[in-house]
């Protein structure tokens, strides 16, 4: 059940929030991983990973196939932020034809050959309304290809 709606800033696509099934370790870092339903296991799963492997290990996983998205969350990171970052990554896949993406509710420490693009974020629940910021993970390789997805879109108005 979603406890909020995230509008990406240029308010073409709104997605639930939905609560992460379980809480998150409040001294270990890792990601949390959405896999397709299909593969027949539980479609999200949080695995520990070092601080400083975060990012690398995030775009690696999104590079063997077999995941809709990866949120990225430091020690200490408020499961609201990562449920948020997760919406928010899939909405992005579902727009760029199925690309898989990772995402951060903070911009975590990104390493050499990678780069962090905001993305702001609308979010309402009920009348009230507050802007929030996730973080898309990207490889420089990985950007001439980022770049062309992007493509031409409707101004909101």
Do not use: K, Y
């Amino acid at each position: 059940m979603a406890r909020w709606v995230a509008s990406l800033g240029d308010g073409l696509v709104s997605v639930p929030v939905a609560a992460l099934p379980w809480p998150l370790p409040a001294n270990a870092s890792g990601l949390v991983v959405h896999r397709p339903a299909t593969l027949g296991i539980d479609p999200l799963e949080f695995v520990a990973v070092d601080a400083s492997e975060l990012v690398r290990a995030g775009l690696t996983m999104t590079r063997l196939g077999r995941v809709v998205s990866v949120v990225a969350c430091p020690a200490g990171v408020s499961p609201a932020a990562a449920a948020l970052a997760l919406a928010v990554g899939e909405a992005l896949g579902a727009r760029r034809g199925g690309g898989r993406v990772v995402t951060a509710p903070v911009c975590p420490p990104l390493g050499q050959g990678r780069t962090a693009v905001p993305h702001e974020v609308r979010v309402t629940a009920g009348r009230s309304v507050q802007w929030r910021r996730v973080w898309e993970l990207v490889a420089w390789p990985d950007l001439p290809a980022w770049r062309e997805q992007l493509g031409p879109r409707p101004v909101a108005a």
